[in-house]
């Protein structure tokens, strides 16, 4: 599949993110998801931006790092098809903790806020299972032995693993 392909649901469907989704909501999410691709060196968006859209990785290399005492620090590689960036910030309205740039030549998918939350209104059914399956990504991310206020509070990046 690349990123002309008209039918994205089937590989949406597989995303954690988007798999209780009925098939009419999934059809309508194929319709408003838009193919990206950039090259290496690409900033997608800086720390403190605000978040205006998801991220779905499809093939490359997306670097997610933050500046701390005036330090860019690594956070995470995101490598695999299927990985999510910005599902958090969607909700809860922040800016977005991290800067993210292309590693590697990069293909993705772009969902924009206003079309989440469009999904969101229409399908009220899917904000127990999004409220789950995010909490689950904030369980399975928080590290080990550390106070939940301070995992919240560090917690930058969700991932949705693809099934097969």
């Known amino acids: 599949m690349t990123p002309l392909s008209p039918d994205w649901a089937p590989f949406l469907r597989k995303i954690s993110l988007f798999a209780q989704l009925g098939e009419a909501a999934l059809t309508r999410l194929r319709d408003r998801v838009h193919p990206r691709s950039a ?5 997608l968006f800086h720390q403190g931006d605000d978040s205006d859209s998801l991220i779905v990785l499809l093939a ?13 620090h690594l956070v995470t590689l995101l490598g695999r098809r299927g990985d999510t960036i910005g599902e958090m910030t969607l909700l809860n309205g922040r800016t977005r903790p991290v800067t993210a740039r292309v590693e590697r030549d990069a293909e993705f998918l772009v969902l924009e806020r206003r079309d989440f939350e469009s999904l969101l209104e229409e399908n009220p059914a899917w904000a127990l299972p999004l409220a789950r399956q995010l909490s689950e990504q904030l369980v399975q991310t928080a590290p080990v032995g ?10 930058y990046a969700f991932f949705a693993p693809v099934p097969g």
């Open 146 to 155: 550390v106070d939940r206020k301070s995992a919240v509070n560090r917690t």
């Open 60 to 72: 490359g290399e997306i670097r997610l790092s933050k500046i701390e005492n005036g330090q860019d």
């Open 39 to 43: 090259p290496a060196g690409t900033v």
